[in-house]
């Protein structure tokens, strides 16, 4: 790919830059460790032997969506991503973009499972001339439980710190044929519930997410002034001139914030529940702790575990919940 350095034939200049990105790679990995899973912790990304290689043109001809430091931008893949038929990538790609000029980036990215399906993301960071820097694998993010105000998920932040001079970063997300075989086991919703509450965990088989070639993600770029990958040619080296590369024109997609959680309050009308019907097994769980909470007078928790069974898709939870606290349960 024009402007890559094959990592076989560098000169000492080179092998010092190596070493000096080496150091800022472990002081990252070492900074992001409570974030990264276990089965992350043996990724390199600056090792890109394993990324495509797609060719310059082909990038540009990508219209790559702004990122705005501090603010959660929302795509359905399947409205907003485009089409690269490069290797063994599979299926819609999505482009970001992201401002290199306002120092070390924490990049959050975040794949929602929808209907026991996943889009499993790659990551192929570049720098403003489209050079390949960094490469997270879809090992690199890991399956997340589901909490109060969150779903099953896979999730993972990436570390970057732009060299100096660059304006932009580039993201390129992916998935692959390789992933679309694979599958991610999860964690049912009321065993998440229950261990989060310090409840006995019930003893009910958990769901799998097939992995699809469309998804939901959400990413976030923050700053961060912790070290981690440097991305871009170190300390004015020779190389291309700073240029703005590529279309912006963003596709439709929400920028708006994550909304914050509610204060509690009395009985309010049902809330939106999800479109997919929840498992029998989850279903029967959390009407026998409404019935259990409601029978001990406990109308608060009953109320509780009615808006989290209602948030998760039960039908039921509610006829459960007036009838016992009427003390017909």
Known sequence: MPGQRSPRNQGDHNENEKSLVALCLSAGLLAAAPAVSLAAVNIVPQDISAAPSIPTSTLQQLHWTPVSPSQTLSSDISAAGQTLNTGDITGPVMAYSVPANIGELNITLTSKVNNESVYAPNVLVLDQNFTPAAFFPSSFFAYQEPGVMSDNRLEGTMKLTPALGQQKLYLLVFTTQKDLQKTTQMVDPAKAYAKGNGNAVPDIPDPI??????????????????????????????????????????????????????????????????????????ESYFNQAIKQAAAKGDIDKALKLLNEAERLGSKSARATFISSVKGKG
Do not use: C, W
């Not at 991305?231 to 914030?257: E, H, K, M, R």
């Open 209 to 282: 997410a097939r992995h699809g070639v469309t998804g939901s993600l959400a990413l976030k770029a923050s700053t961060s002034s912790s070290s981690s990958i440097l991305v871009g040619p170190l300390f004015g080296s020779s190389g291309p001139a700073s240029v703005t590369v590529g279309n912006t024109a963003a596709p439709a997609y929400s920028t708006q914030p994550a909304p914050a959680a509610a204060p509690a309050a009395a009985p309010a009308p049902a809330p939106v529940a999800k479109s997919e019907p929840m498992l029998n097994d989850t």
